[in-house]
């Protein structure tokens, strides 16, 4: 991957929804590092993730604006003049959409479409790069799943967020706002929500190890692939950066498949120490439990050269040592 990002990114102006957030964070200190001009967008509603410590050192280079993506009179007013709008925003609990639907489809459905509206009125020239999710799958019917594989969410979250991806693309195709979408798969690394399993369990397994206590595994022979976050912001920029992923859907993936007992194996390694409970799935979550999942990226690194860099071990090594030195400041 060979990308000269500064020329594409060097004195752009960049809006990001959801930039507070995980991976939102990640993306901005890279696009920082690149020259851009960035516009932070985050809501900052304790539930969805964003936390301002994700930007120290870098807050003066920057612009927060403190919004909400379901506010159509801001967006209208913030996506005029960028030149990028990477639409991170989102509700990204599988069990918060079942327990109040209503709120994950003004986020993740209805909201995409008033941005898009926004793009559409107000800068038609703007390139959008979404960040859409594996859980529109569901359960597969094959392995490795390619973007060909049925699309079957089995929980609210991934109804609403497959409405928003193609939504993208259907602006891309009839109005010509150029639009791609990411289907990202467990993506992990510092930043991440570690306080509660909004974001992902394994950020849950980091805090406890850390914490000097056990954590849980639900069953553990369940198959999945894991994408480090410096990975995925290189996808990020590289379907930014491309006019062949206009219209596109491309699966992120990760490095190799591990089983999730060998997964807590591995981040007990990693650490150094520490202690894991094997125990049979709650009843809440197996309703929505998708089984092994790992996805076929060929199609992404065929169109853009993208292929996940970092291997399992380095990025845990990388994210407990983040936690290590700053883990207060995400509890």
């Known amino acids: 991957?060979?990308?000269?990002?500064?020329?594409?990114?060097?004195?752009?102006?960049?809006?990001?929804?959801?930039?507070?957030?995980?991976?939102?964070?990640?993306?901005?200190?890279?696009?920082?590092?690149?020259?851009?001009?960035?516009?932070?967008?985050?809501?900052?509603?304790?539930?969805?993730?964003?936390?301002?410590?994700?930007?120290?050192?870098?807050?003066?280079?920057?612009?927060?604006?403190?919004?909400?993506?379901?506010?159509?009179?801001?967006?209208?007013?913030?996506?005029?003049?960028?030149?990028?709008?990477?639409?991170?925003?989102?509700?990204?609990?599988?069990?918060?959409?079942?327990?109040?639907?209503?709120?994950?489809?003004?986020?993740?459905?209805?909201?995409?479409?008033?941005?898009?509206?926004?793009?559409?009125?107000?800068?038609?020239?703007?390139?959008?790069?979404?960040?859409?999710?594996?859980?529109?799958?569901?359960?597969?019917?094959?392995?490795?799943?390619?973007?060909?594989?049925?699309?079957?969410?089995?929980?609210?979250?991934?109804?609403?967020?497959?409405?928003?991806?193609?939504?993208?693309?259907?602006?891309?195709?009839?109005?010509?706002?150029?639009?791609?979408?990411?289907?990202?798969?467990?993506?992990?690394?510092?930043?991440?929500?570690v306080k509660d399993a909004r974001q992902t369990f394994l950020g849950v397994w980091i805090r406890l190890i850390l914490e000097g206590k056990s954590f849980e595994v639900w069953e553990g022979h369940q198959l999945r692939d894991f994408t480090f976050v410096d990975d995925a912001v290189e996808a990020f920029l590289l379907a930014a950066a491309s006019d062949a992923a206009n219209g596109e859907i491309f699966n992120l993936g990760g490095d190799g498949v591990i089983s999730l007992t060998e997964l807590a194996e591995l981040v007990v390694e990693t650490n150094g120490g520490g202690e894991y409970l094997t125990r049979s799935y709650p009843a809440e979550r197996k309703r929505i439990d998708i089984g092994d999942y790992y996805a076929d990226f060929a199609r992404i690194r065929g169109a853009l050269g993208w292929e996940p860099r970092t291997p399992l071990c380095e990025g845990l090594s990388r994210t407990l040592a983040f936690y290590r030195e700053h883990l207060p400041k995400y509890l």
Do not use: W
């Not at 060097?10 to 930039?19: C, E, H, N, P, Q």
């Not at 516009?39 to 969805?48: A, T």
């Not at 913030?78 to 609990?93: E, M, P």
């Not at 979404?130 to 597969?140: E, W």
């Open 1 to 193: 991957m060979n990308h000269n990002f500064k020329t594409a990114f060097d004195g752009r102006r960049v809006l990001i929804t959801g930039a507070l957030g995980f991976i939102g964070s990640n993306l901005v200190r890279r696009l920082v590092e690149l020259g851009a001009r960035v516009l932070l967008v985050d809501s900052l509603i304790p539930e969805y993730g964003g936390n301002l410590f994700n930007i120290a050192g870098v807050e003066d280079r920057v612009q927060v604006n403190i919004s909400d993506v379901r506010d159509a009179h801001s967006m209208r007013y913030l996506v005029q003049g960028q030149d990028y709008l990477f639409n991170l925003a989102g509700q990204t609990s599988h069990m918060d959409s079942m327990s109040d639907p209503d709120a994950d489809l003004e986020i993740n459905c209805r909201a995409q479409l008033s941005i898009l509206e926004a793009c559409r009125k107000y800068n038609p020239g703007i390139k959008v790069i979404f960040a859409s999710t594996r859980q529109l799958y569901g359960k597969p019917d094959y392995l490795p799943v390619d973007e060909k594989h049925l699309l079957r969410p089995v929980d609210v979250n991934g109804i609403n967020k497959m409405a928003g991806e193609q939504y993208h693309i259907l602006y891309n195709n009839v109005y010509g706002i150029r639009s791609c979408a990411l289907r990202l798969t467990n993506t992990y690394g510092p930043r991440m929500r």
